[in-house]
Structure formats: structure tokens, C-alpha cells
């Protein structure tokens, strides 16, 4: 009977070894699984805010859009040659992953604004409204904050370098709600510093390149701007030529640092290198207006006067951008003087009334003109010039005093 009861009791504890040790084993392995996730989870976190992410940069105002600074004038035979801004009103900006639809509109947001060329409104609009879609979905969407303060600067461009200062304080205060959502957000820091340096504070900005570089955000482009605009053209050179390299495959980066590249080679008066440098930039935007106008001047300034009317007429072709409008008025005045120069008087007043329509208040062009008609006894048009020359610009005092002249000589 002993034997029977002991025979049960080893047959419950079997039976109850073979349920117990699966069970504790299946636990452990649990125990292991969840930790591991958890490790995971941990390092994806980590990864995710140590992982340099890809940078966008957007245009303003300037069109593109810049200070005063950026705009060269150039004067050389009374001719006062414009160069488009080449450092347009942007910063880079971190796209968010796309993973649901508030980061979706968010990078689309960004890859719009890096579009912008200063010329068309549109970009911006559709912008703003991915922007706006996003934060409502997550208020804390730093990178959708940034964005909109893009767009705020974007439009508060006004003409020569200027910004409407309200429009900037605007977009500071966006960024300001991008850094309370994520403290220390590169991009935020980065596009404040833009944001002083239009202000004028290059204390400041210089400040925010600092603060966004030791959060991983590549800053090399904006030391050099606040560079540029303390005088220092060689620290200026040595930021831009190191930004392209921190650009990576991101074009529309590496395009600002070589339109700003080429910004330093004019006002060297290193045309020839202008022009190589704005014609890289020009092969990574092909559509941007901004680089087709920066290269055609270049190549005015060059000499290579039919090759920059054909830059700058192809660029008009698709996209209206008053810089480049108003290099191929001086590309235009340029080729007149030299067929006059060869005595080719009808080909030279082609030119001529083609600057004039091109930029209706390009004064030589009227003067050269005029002298033409002067010296082929056409004194009416010659008058008739004048006064149109005074509807333009009635500020200049040429046209009055050349029709006082031309009447005494009747």
C-alpha cells in the first residue's frame, strides 16, 4: 500500500514538474523578450536623437530675399550692374521621419520650402498649410514650428536685402515655441540665428550658430554669413567652403554655399570664379531663377555678353525674378556699346531699346541712345527719349537738362 501512495505521489510531482518548469522557462524567456525590447527601445531613442538627420533648406526672399550685404552693386560705366541676393533667407531645417500624417505634411512642408525661390507665393501657401495641419495634430511638432517661422520670414522680404522687422519678431517667436516643445532643437537654434542676422544683431546670431552647433546642426554656412557682414570676406570663404562639405547630398544646401562662394568672388572682383562657382549652384537647381540670374551676371561682368542673354532670357522664359530681369537689361546695354563701338549703329539701338524695356529705369541706356539718335541729326526722338527717360525717373537730372540742350540746338 506504501508503495501504491508513493507511486501517486511521484506521479503528481511528474505531473506537476512537467506544467511548472515549461511554465517558469516560458517566463524567463518573456523576462529576456521584454527586456531586449526595452534595450531596443532605449538605443532607437537614443538614436533617434543622435542621428544627425538630413537638412532642408528653403528660400527668400530672396528670394530669395537678404541683407543689405548680400546685394553687390557694382558701378562701371554708370552702369550700376544689380546682383540678385545669393544668400536667401534660409536656414536649414530638420524634416521630421515620415511616419503618420502629421510627420508626413511636416516633410512635405520642408521639401516645399526648399523649392522656394523667392518667386513664387504659392510654395509658401501650401507650405503654411502642412505646417498648420501638423501642429494641430501634435502642438509639440518642433520641425513644423521651424517651418512656419521659414514661411513668416519668407514673406516678410521686401526688396534690396530688407525685411519687414514685425514679420521676422513673428517668426522669432515661433521658433521660440519650437524650443519649448523640444529643448535644444538644432534647427530652431539655427533659424533664430538667421532671424538676428536680418535683424542686424550678429551678436545674437552668432550666439544661435554656437548653440546650434553643439546640438549636431551643421552651422558653417551661417558663421559665415555674420562673417561676411563683420568684413572678414577670408573667414567668410573658409565657413562657405566648409559648408558645402557639411552639406553632404543635400543640393539645396550645397547650392546656398556656392552662391555665397560666388557672393565673395564678386565682391573680390574674381569674376571668373564667380561664375564657376554660380554655375555649380545652377547645376544642383536647374529652375532657380536666383541662379540664373547670379551666373548671368557673372558672365557679364566677364565680358561674355551673348552667353548671359542667353542665361538670363532662358530663366525669363519660365519664371518672371526681378534681378534677373534687370541684369539682361545691363547684359542688353552692354552689347549695344560694343556694336556702336564697331559702328554698327542699328544693331546698337536694338540693343539699347531692348535694356530700356528690360528695365525701364536704366538711365545709360537712355543716355547712349539718345547720343545715337543726337549724332544721326534724329533730334525729335532724341527729345522724345528724353522725356520718356523723365516719366521713369524724374529724379535724374539728365534727361531735363539733355532736352534743354537739344531744344537751344534747333
Known sequence: ?????????MAVIIALAAFVLPASAYARQAHKKSRL?????????????????????????????????SMITIIDNDVAVRQAPVSKPAAPILPAPVKDRKQSDTARGLMLLDQYDGSDAGLLDEAETLFARALKAEPQDAPASVGLSRVE????????????????????????????????????HLQRGYLFLYLGSLGLAEAEADRASKAGSPAS????????????????????ENAVTEAGENDGE???????????????????????????????RPSSSWESSNYGLALVRMGRIDEAIEVLSFSLLHKEFP????????????????????GDSLQAEVCYKKAIENDPKLMPAYKDLAALYERAGEKDKAAGLCRKAMEADPKDPWAADTLKGLDTRK
Not at 1 to 9: E, G, N, P, R
Not at 225 to 236: C, F, I, N
Request: glycine share 8%.
Open 1 to 9: 500500500m506504501s508503495t501504491i501512495k508513493s507511486l501517486a505521489v
Open 323 to 342: 534681378e534677373a530681369r534687370a541684369n539682361l537689361a545691363v547684359a542688353y546695354l552692354r552689347k549695344g556699346v560694343s556694336l556702336q563701338d564697331r
Open 153 to 188: 520670414m519668407c514673406r516678410g522680404y521686401l526688396t534690396d536685402g530688407k525685411f519687414d522687422d514685425r514679420r521676422l519678431t513673428r517668426a522669432l517667436t515661433l521658433t521660440d515655441r519650437a524650443l519649448d516643445a523640444s529643448p535644444g532643437f538644432g534647427p530652431a
Open 221 to 240: 554656412r551661417l558663421y559665415g554669413e555674420v562673417a561676411m557682414r563683420r568684413g572678414d570676406t577670408g573667414k567668410a570663404k573658409e565657413y562657405w
Open 254 to 284: 550645397r547650392a546656398d554655399s556656392y552662391d555665397a562662394l560666388g557672393e565673395v568672388a564678386m565682391s573680390d572682383g574674381d569674376f571668373q570664379a564667380a561664375a564657376g562657382y554660380f554655375k555649380e549652384a545652377l547645376s544642383l
Open 37 to 69: 525590447r526595452h534595450h531596443h527601445k532605449i538605443h532607437a531613442v537614443r538614436a533617434v536623437k543622435k542621428a544627425p538627420a538630413p537638412l532642408v533648406t528653403v528660400a527668400p526672399v530672396t528670394a530669395s530675399p537678404v541683407p543689405d550685404s
